[in-house]
Each structure stands twice: as structure tokens, then as C-alpha cells.
């Protein structure tokens, strides 16, 4: 199975700071890479596919970058709504893996 | 709007077979492009994929998992299923069924059902 790391495991931010979370692979992917948000309670919410496209209705404030083993998921201004869990996962094995997720806290 | 439901028992005991059944509404789970699996997440833990099916009955699975999972499709009742043989505490979670992007991303998800695995 392809491993996937993200870091960190919990950051503490303000309302309207840029955060960046990071998602290792433990080999290459390519760009075949999704990040998915989960609030509370809720089922996650794919924000990014392929690495850097942004999922349809998904404010343009998240952003993804990244290729090959190291990718990153930037919030440009936290929103109340974006207090939540982060969560990457791989497409590039038929065998699908997540990271273990970053919690984004209010600080 | 494509909608999944996920329905079965909530608890379930050790030794025996969990079975959910995720009804798709909105959109028909013939069309092509799309697989169709589950994800669970033990309390306070991250996502664990189980499997996806394509709805003409290509699968796959987590190896970690694949002895003892079951998926299936019903086209006619525009369904899909999930059974895991032989639970122990540790398959305690909330289950979620979910669409795919061919066999990659989940792009819709049903609300999730939590199940326990207690005698």
C-alpha cells in the first residue's frame, strides 16, 4: 500500500490567516491526488482532485499544488466554516489511502 | 441532486456478518464513469477505504480487508451493498457509502451510519 502523511497533525490559526497543510506520499503518485474536508458530525467534502483542480462550488480559497510524493492544500483567508478536518488521499494504486488528517482549530 | 443513503443494523456482534445497503436517488448507478463503494471511520479516527464496484461487477478492495468483504450491486433496485464477514470490536465505525470518480476520488457521500460491533 502507498502510505500517506500529512502534516501538521493539528494547527491552530486565526479567522482569515493562510494556512498550509502538507500530504507526503511514500512513493510517486503523480497527480493523483484528492483533498477532502470533514466538519464535525459530517461526511467529507471533496475540495481538490487532481492534485491543484478545484472540485465544483468549492471557494476559491483553497487551493492544492504539489506532484510526485509531496503536495500542499492552502487555505489564502480561514473562514469560520473552515474550522475542520483536512484529510488527502491517493488515486494512483487501485488500493485508495488517506492520510491520517489535520485538524484546523481556532487559536 | 445525486443522493446515497445508507441503511442496515446498528449494531451488530462479534463473530457474525455486518451488511449495509446504500439506495442511490438522482442519478442511476448504471451510468458509466462512476464506481460505487464504502469508506469507515472508527470513532475519533481518520478514513479507511473498504472497497469500490463498478456496476458491471468490477472490484477492488483494501488488502487489508479483502478476505472479508463483500460488495455487490442490484441495477434493478439502483443499490449497492456491503457485507464484512467475521467483526470484531475493531470493525466498530461509521460507515459511509459513496460514489466514485472512475475507481479514484469520492465526489458524493451518503450522511454515514454508525455501526458497533458489541455482544
Known amino acids: 500500500d502507498i502510505q500517506m502523511t500529512q502534516s501538521p497533525s493539528t494547527l491552530s490559526a486565526f479567522e482569515g490567516d493562510r494556512v498550509t497543510i502538507t500530504c507526503r506520499a511514500s512513493?510517486?503518485?503523480?497527480?493523483?491526488l484528492a483533498w477532502y474536508q470533514q466538519a464535525p458530525g459530517k461526511a467529507p467534502k471533496v475540495l481538490i482532485y487532481?492534485?491543484?483542480s478545484l472540485e465544483s462550488g468549492v471557494p476559491s480559497r483553497f487551493s492544492g499544488s504539489g506532484s510526485g510524493t509531496e503536495f500542499t492544500l492552502t487555505i489564502s483567508s480561514l473562514q469560520p466554516d473552515d474550522f475542520a478536518t483536512y484529510y488527502c488521499?491517493?488515486?494512483?494504486?487501485?488500493?485508495?489511502?488517506f492520510g491520517q488528517g489535520t485538524k484546523v482549530e481556532i487559536k | 441532486q445525486l443522493q446515497l443513503q445508507e441503511s442496515g443494523p446498528g449494531l451488530v456482534k462479534p463473530s457474525e456478518t455486518l451488511s449495509l445497503t446504500c439506495t442511490v436517488s438522482?442519478?442511476?448507478?448504471?451510468?458509466?464513469?462512476?464506481?460505487w463503494g464504502w469508506i469507515r471511520q472508527p470513532p475519533g479516527k481518520g478514513l479507511e477505504w473498504i472497497g469500490s464496484?463498478?456496476?458491471?461487477?468490477?472490484?477492488y478492495h483494501n488488502p487489508s480487508l479483502k478476505s472479508r468483504v463483500t460488495i455487490s450491486v442490484d441495477t434493478s433496485k439502483n443499490q449497492f451493498s456491503l457485507k464484512l464477514s467475521s467483526v470484531t470490536a475493531a470493525d466498530t465505525a461509521v460507515y459511509y457509502c459513496?460514489?466514485?470518480?472512475?475507481?479514484?476520488?469520492?465526489?458524493?457521500w451518503g450522511q454515514g451510519t454508525l455501526v458497533t460491533v458489541s455482544s
Open positions: 459513496a460514489r466514485f470518480y472512475s475507481s479514484s476520488y469520492a465526489h458524493y
Open positions: 438522482g442519478g442511476s448507478i448504471s451510468s458509466s464513469s462512476y464506481y
Open positions: 464496484m463498478y456496476y458491471s461487477g468490477s472490484t
Open positions: 512513493q510517486s503518485i503523480s497527480s493523483w
Open positions: 487532481k492534485a491543484s
Open positions: 488521499q491517493q488515486y494512483y494504486s487501485y488500493s485508495l489511502t
